[in-house]
T-cell receptor, first 114, second 116 residues
Framework: AQTVTQSQPEMSVQEAETVTLSCTYDTSESNYYLFWYKQPPSRQMILVIRQEAYKQQNATENRFSVNFQKAAKSFSLKISDSQLGDTAMYFCAFMRGSNYKLTFGKGTLLTVNP | KAGVTQTPRYLIKTRGQQVTLSCSPISGHRSVSWYQQTPGQGLQFLFEYFSETQRNKGNFPGRFSGRQFSNSRSEMNVSTLELGDSALYLC???????????????FGPGTRLTVL
């Protein structure tokens, strides 16, 4: 069974600074996908970024980028120029290639301070 | 394009009752997945439906069931409610019609179920 571990229950960052959220996973699969989701206080889950395991290039979406280290089974999220609206719970998630089930980590609560 | 909708948004039931939650996926999305979110257990996968067939099921008792209709709308049912079933129930839809990003899951706002 796959497991996803987020070792930082809470983090804080000053507005306009950069922060990195950690995620490690355990799998024996070779075909899989990794995701970061954001859940603000409204509880709406929002997809932030997606990475295919077969792609060596790290995914980037505007201020959000990942550092995907396949051998180390690590998938960290970097948020640049943090904004107050980035305050949310961030979940790392794993999906096997042929199985449309997301396995989530416990989440990291990120607070952006003015 | 409208997002995933879930009804009702809030629900209060008592132990022993049953409940039905509804999910309408994004137009054109054929896969619907359900997740339970609690403070203690986090986000847990319940089941996934595609073309009216349940393809995956999580580790939940048989009291939790679901179905999908021909228009891709989905319902989940919980019978004989227990206090521990109090949770946010999230529905997500995916296109799954090919393409590199078609397995992305887009979530609805959730149904907050409270069991008294």
């Amino acid at each position: 069974a796959q497991t996803v571990t987020q070792s930082q229950p809470e983090m804080s960052v000053q507005e306009a600074e950069t922060v990195t959220l950690s995620c490690t996973y355990d799998t024996s699969e070779s075909n899989y996908y990794l995701f970061w989701y954001k859940q603000p206080p409204s509880r709406q889950m929002i997809l932030v970024i997606r990475q295919e395991a077969y792609k060596q290039q790290n995914a980037t979406e505007n201020r959000f980028s990942v550092n995907f280290q396949k051998a180390a089974k690590s998938f960290s999220l970097k948020i640049s120029d943090s904004q107050l609206g980035d305050t949310a719970m961030y979940f790392c998630a794993f999906m096997r290639g042929s199985n449309y089930k997301l396995t989530f980590g416990k989440g990291t609560l990120l607070t952006v301070n003015p | 394009k409208a997002g995933v909708t879930q009804t009702p948004r809030y629900l209060i039931k008592t132990r022993g009752q049953q409940v039905t939650l509804s999910c309408s996926p994004i137009s054109g999305h054929r896969s619907v997945s359900w997740y339970q979110q609690t403070p203690g257990q986090g986000l847990q996968f319940l089941f996934e439906y595609f073309s009216e067939t349940q393809r995956n099921k999580g580790n939940f008792p048989g009291r939790f069931s679901g179905r999908q209709f021909s228009n891709s709308r989905s319902e989940m049912n919980v019978s004989t409610l227990e206090l521990g079933d109090s949770a946010l129930y999230l529905c997500a839809s995916s296109k799954l019609t090919g393409g590199s990003s078609s397995n992305e899951q887009f979530f609805g706002p959730g149904t907050r179920l409270t069991v008294l």
